[in-house]
């Protein structure tokens, strides 16, 4: 297994899920430590129902703060370019917050991390065709909220 | 916004994890790993390619191995019996090789496999791609044995004669894929062979008309690319199916 692979995706994952980097490296590590202790031949895609239930157990501890890395380096003034982009980033994760969490899991495993739907559909119990039109459903829900808070891109 | 752009938004805008971060707990892993205080990370199941064609070959029905067989050895016993147009009775028999074909590649969506198989270690579109390429070897294999025998009772090009094979075999192919998305042809098993015949059809009635349309090696050449070009579209489709059906 490509380690480094799942690890990106795995933090993207916890990313989009809690909004924080510092907390979403950490659940990263802990959901790779608990899939190494578990049934090694499990698949790639039960580190997805790791990350999910800590993703909860840390959202139910902490109400998830939309921060980015500007936050945590307050001594130095970003440049314009880096502010626009933290403006961007804080934007879509505002947007995120604002979608109904069936949704929001999707539109990560599905646009953001490029899971397959046949993984996407034993992650989350839905039929293939379910799958499909959820992800249409978060696209447009995205598109729209982003739509609202012009972004631009 | 297109789906493609909102994709790359969101994977520009997701933040990327701490490099230094990231290396050391790989490199903890792998020594854990090493010093057997974890299992070591393996793959999830799966199959080699060559695997997936020996179970696609597997499934297909002997039936259909067994109709191949004789349509070769009919063409070949044709060849020595018929005249000047022995290629046109021959190529006859490749659209019901097509249909017949089709009809096996097809015989998951048909049956409400498809949804079964998606699931397994194979997935949905690889079963699929792996039949097609299975049975289309197999067939290729009959063009090339009866381009050869023609070529060699006739004088005839080898290519040529099997350029002018392959024709009708495409045509019927690209009509059973469209045939089989409506949903007349996923009912109705046997549509893709009414589609072989109406193709033979039209290929008796042209032929009746005395138009020559596939002389030499340069035209059918032409209309085999165009033609392969449009099955790779069909075939595109055919993947997709599930995708394109929603949308």
Not at chain 2, 79 to 102: C, F, K, Q, T, Y
Request: proline share 3%; hydrophobic share 45%.
């Amino acid at each position: 297994m490509d380690i480094e692979l799942f690890y990106d995706k795995i933090f993207r994952y916890c990313y989009y899920r809690i909004g924080d980097k510092t907390t979403a490296e950490d659940l990263t590590q802990e959901t790779f430590l608990r899939f190494l202790n578990s049934d090694s031949r499990m698949p790639e895609r039960y580190l997805y129902t790791i990350a999910k239930n800590l993703c909860i157990d840390e959202y139910r501890k902490t109400r998830p703060i939309l921060t980015d890395e500007a936050g945590s380096e307050a001594d130095e003034i970003p440049g314009p370019d880096e502010t626009e982009s933290m403006v961007d980033r804080m934007t879509i994760l505002n947007a995120m917050e604002q979608m109904p969490e069936e949704e929001r899991e999707v539109l990560i495993l599905r646009y953001v991390n490029d899971e397959s739907v046949s993984d996407i559909c034993v992650l989350t119990g839905l039929s293939r065709f379910a799958v499909y039109r959820r992800c249409k459903e978060a696209a447009n829900r995205m598109k729209e909220l982003l739509g609202k808070e012009n972004y631009e891109g | 916004m297109k789906d493609k752009e909102l994709k790359m938004i969101l994977k520009d805008a997701c933040d990327v994890p701490d490099p230094v971060i990231k290396d050391s707990f790989i490199r903890k892993v792998n020594g854990m790993q090493s010093a057997g205080s974890i299992s070591p990370m393996q793959s999830a199941r799966s199959m080699s390619p060559v695997r997936v064609l020996a179970v696609e070959m597997h499934y297909i029905r002997k039936r259909v191995w067994a109709f191949s067989i004789l349509a070769i050895a009919v063409m070949l016993i044709t060849v020595s019996r018929l005249g000047e147009d022995m290629i046109l009775h021959i190529s006859d028999m490749m659209p019901l090789l097509a249909g017949l074909g089709m009809i096996e590649v097809m015989r998951a969506g048909m049956h409400d496999m498809s949804e079964l198989e998606a699931v397994t270690l194979i997935s949905a579109k690889g079963a699929l791609f792996a039949r097609m390429t299975v049975i289309g070897f197999g067939h290729l294999l009959a063009v090339a044995v009866t381009a050869a025998a023609l070529a060699g009772y006739g004088g005839y090009s080898v290519i040529g004669t099997g350029l002018k094979l392959i024709i009708p075999y495409l045509i019927t192919t690209i009509s059973c894929m469209e045939v089989e998305r409506t949903g007349f042809g996923r009912e109705n098993t046997w549509s893709c062979m009414a589609v072989a015949v109406l193709v033979i059809v039209i290929r008796e009635i042209i032929y009746s008309t005395g138009i020559v349309i596939l002389s030499g090696v340069a035209v059918p050449a032409l209309i085999v690319a165009a033609l392969a070009g449009l099955q790779a579209a069909e075939l595109k489709k055919t993947i997709r199916l599930e995708e394109y059906a929603w949308n």
